[in-house]
């Protein structure tokens, strides 16, 4: 068995000794643990140098993708003839047993014995150190990545980048330059700026012709069409503009030749673009044109950072400041931005715009992919994508279309509407629908249930807030209703402990003087008398009072006289003399009752003194 060995340097093929060992890893890694166990199990039999790095790149990309090189068929047919070859990659094998019709094994054992010889390689190979094998290695590794990558200098997006921000300056200057030059000529020929709209067209002819005076000897045939050019020459026989000097038609002259030269480098600067689009991104440039293409990449910083971005964010790229606007103060989002200006979302109609933006972006994001990292240079996906976000695009015109006409998708099971068929003329239906006019609708009913729907509307919103209004009332009503009753309560509740008081009082007074002749006790006599003098002085009083004049009275009020004080036979003395009573001990309800008492008796020797003398 021949081991078919890779290196940086060339091909080898090593004699296997010993293949019983190649089932056991553990005897396979001692042997190589060791240069003269490393020489039993294997031999150098042969070995291919490279000549170069061209050489060495193009066997290891052969190699890389399982094919076999006329190198290595050269060196294979010269040297493992009739022979098992073991190799590392089983596609590999089978393509050198298809072409070379040798046996190859590719298994566990055989990955273990490339693990040893390239161990123990360099004593193996002979004459090769470290440091030889070491630049080879890096060398080709790069020339491999490189070719693997097929960087190619059309695939250089900053030529693109460059281009549309130069682009977009020209457009700005030349807009600057031709409003400059249409103003300056425009005091010699005013009327040549509504007659010729174009910018270009409009500075090549005021270069040609100088003075307004020479434009009937002129042939404008070159710039402008027929019926144009007579216009030109009739508006300037007829010219209210002013005259000026042959020093300011030069200047103009000179203004107009840097107008028409940046016109012309901008279209070749358009073509440039139009050609490095086609070669970098050929599918973003099917989808939505040279422009935006370039634009979308310029915004991304490349087309590697288009890539990576998702379908939503292309959508809206370009969009940012109306974006965090919206999402700060809580507004609808934008729905597009810097793909809106390609022409499939110009073809939508204004509500369809959205959706368009949002199809075309999905697939902008896999063609800006496949051009970022794919190995083929067409267009193919692009097409394809374009051909169905069209198809989206008529998918929504044409329901509309049909939703205005009134033309919907047949459901269900078309057979149960042939029933009704005769036999004799099948195309024919047995009973067929009469039209009815009545079930017509027209325009004016239309509007007609549309108010009376509204108002309908209108009505249950005034009964509803009606019937709130008059809830929210009765609910009022009942409140105060409950307010007064607890009121009444309390103040039922007061009475009848003022009742009590007192009742109290006057058991204990009739029970100490004891009974008289005229009825009751001579204390109560002499009380209800003392209360009829009260409430006869009182009423003088306020008699008096109400007689008297305002200044009096006003003299009196504001007289700093001390408050005066509660009457303790009121009832809210006594009730708050009944809360005290009941608070306080035995021995100062005691003494309270007889200060008491003795306060009625000379209140009852004051009456009956006054009565004494009276009857005198």
């Not at 993708?65 to 098992?84: I, P, Q």
């Not at 300011?248 to 000179?254: A, E, G, R, S, V």
């Not at 959508?315 to 793909?339: D, S």
Request: aromatic letters at 4%; a positive charge.
């Amino acid at each position: 068995m021949l081991l078919l060995f890779e290196t940086p340097a060339g091909y080898s093929l090593f004699k296997v000794k010993d293949e019983k060992k190649l089932d056991d890893a553990e005897k396979l890694e001692s042997a190589f643990s060791t240069i003269e166990g490393a020489k039993k199990m294997v031999s150098m039999k042969a070995f291919s140098k490279f000549e170069n790095t061209t050489e060495a790149l193009a066997a290891a990309a052969t190699l890389v993708d399982s094919k076999v090189g006329k190198n290595l068929k050269k060196f294979l047919t010269k040297h493992a003839e009739g022979e098992t070859l073991a190799v590392a990659d089983s596609k590999l094998g089978a393509a050198i047993k298809e072409k070379l019709g040798i046996n190859c094994v590719a298994s566990a054992g055989v990955m273990e014995l490339m693990r040893g010889v390239r161990y123990q390689l360099n004593e193996l190979i002979g004459g090769l150190t470290d440091a030889d094998i070491a630049p080879m290695a890096l060398g080709l590794s790069h020339s491999l990545s490189r070719y693997k990558l097929k960087f190619s200098p059309d695939k250089v997006d900053t030529m693109v980048i460059q281009a549309i921000g130069l682009l977009d300056e020209l457009d700005k200057e030349l807009n600057t330059y031709s409003m400059r030059v249409r103003e300056w000529y425009g005091w010699h020929f005013p009327e040549l700026t509504k007659i010729i709209a174009d910018n270009m067209q409009y500075a090549k002819s005021a270069k040609l012709m100088g003075d307004r005076v020479n434009a009937a000897d002129l042939d404008f045939s070159g710039i402008l069409d027929e019926d144009v050019e007579a216009e030109v020459k009739d508006a300037a026989i007829i010219s209210m503009g002013t005259e000026i000097s042959n020093e300011d038609l030069d200047n103009i002259k000179q203004l107009a030749d840097q107008v028409i030269s940046l016109s012309e480098y901008r279209a070749q600067l358009y073509d440039y673009l139009k050609a490095r689009m086609n070669a970098i991104a050929p599918n973003l440039t099917v989808l939505v044109g040279e422009l935006v293409g370039a634009r979308l990449i310029s915004h991304a910083g490349s087309l590697m950072n288009l890539a990576k971005h998702p379908a939503s964010t292309v959508q809206i790229l370009g969009a940012e400041k109306a974006l965090f606007r919206a999402l700060k103060t809580k507004h609808e989002t934008p729905k597009y931005g810097l793909i809106y200006h390609a022409s499939l979302i110009g073809q939508a109609a204004p509500k369809f715009k959205g959706k368009i933006s949002r199809v075309l972006a999905a697939k902008c994001a896999l063609s800006i992919r496949v051009d970022a990292l794919g190995e083929s240079s067409e267009a193919t996906i692009g097409i394809t994508a374009r051909e169905k976000v069209e198809a989206r695009l008529r998918q929504l015109e044409g329901k509309t279309l049909g939703d205005a006409s009134g033309v919907k998708k047949l459901s269900g099971d078309i057979k149960k509407h042939d029933k009704n068929r005769s036999s004799d003329a099948p195309a024919l239906l047995t009973a067929p629908r009469s039209y009815n006019p009545d079930k017509d609708v027209t325009k004016k009913e239309k509007k007609e249930k549309k108010r009376a729907k509204k108002e309908a509307k209108l009505r249950e919103r005034v009964k509803r807030k009606e019937r709130e209004r008059v809830e929210k009332m009765r609910r009022r009503g009942e409140r105060e209703l409950q307010e007064a009753n607890d009121n009444i309560l309390r103040f039922e509740d007061e009475l009848r402990v003022v009742d009590a008081e007192i009742e109290r009082r006057g058991l204990r007074a009739s029970s100490r003087d004891g009974p008289t002749v005229g009825g009751g006790t001579a204390r109560d006599q002499r009380g209800r008398s003392a209360s009829r003098s009260a409430r006869s002085s009182s009423t003088s009083r306020s008699y008096s009072r109400s007689r008297s004049s305002p200044r009096r009275r006003r003299s009196r009020s504001d007289s700093r006289s001390p408050p005066r004080r509660r009457r303790r036979d009121s009832p809210s003395a006594s009730y708050s003399e009944s809360e005290s009573e009941s608070r306080s001990s035995p021995r100062r309800r005691r003494r309270r009752e007889s200060r008491s008492d003795s306060r009625d008796d000379k209140r009852a020797r004051r009456y009956d003194s006054d009565s004494d003398s009276r009857s005198r």
